[in-house]
């Protein structure tokens, strides 16, 4: 669970850099309501596994915002 929430952040970077602010929300929010729903009927370690894709998928739409904000505060330093 640590390798997949580590390989979040570098991933929600170039995510955001190809596609955009807009469709990184979309894509990641419904990956992440569709993670979360499924670890509901899951087994109990495929529980686990989709629950915790489904919370880094949700941080993922967060970040976006705060990866957005810094991008701009680098550029006007």
Same mark, same amino acid.
């Given at each position: &669970?640590? /390798?997949?929430?580590? /390989? !979040?952040?570098?991933?929600?970077? =170039?995510?955001?850099?190809? +596609?955009? =602010?807009?469709? /990184? =929300?979309?894509? #990641?929010? #419904?990956?992440?309501?569709? $993670?979360?729903? &499924? $670890?509901? !009927?899951?087994?109990? +370690?495929? $529980?686990? #596994?989709?629950?915790? /894709?489904? #919370?880094?998928? +949700?941080?993922?739409? !967060?970040?976006?915002?705060?990866?957005?904000?810094?991008?701009?505060?680098? =550029?006007?330093?």
């Amino acid at each position: &669970m640590f /390798l997949l929430i580590g /390989l !979040f952040h570098p991933l929600v970077v =170039k995510a955001e850099y190809c +596609l955009g =602010k807009r469709k /990184l =929300k979309l894509i #990641f929010g #419904f990956i992440s309501t569709a $993670s979360i729903i &499924m $670890s509901l !009927f899951a087994d109990v +370690l495929l $529980s686990i #596994f989709l629950g915790c /894709l489904g #919370f880094s998928c +949700l941080w993922a739409v !967060f970040e976006a915002d705060k990866q957005e904000k810094r991008r701009i505060e680098r =550029k006007q330093i």
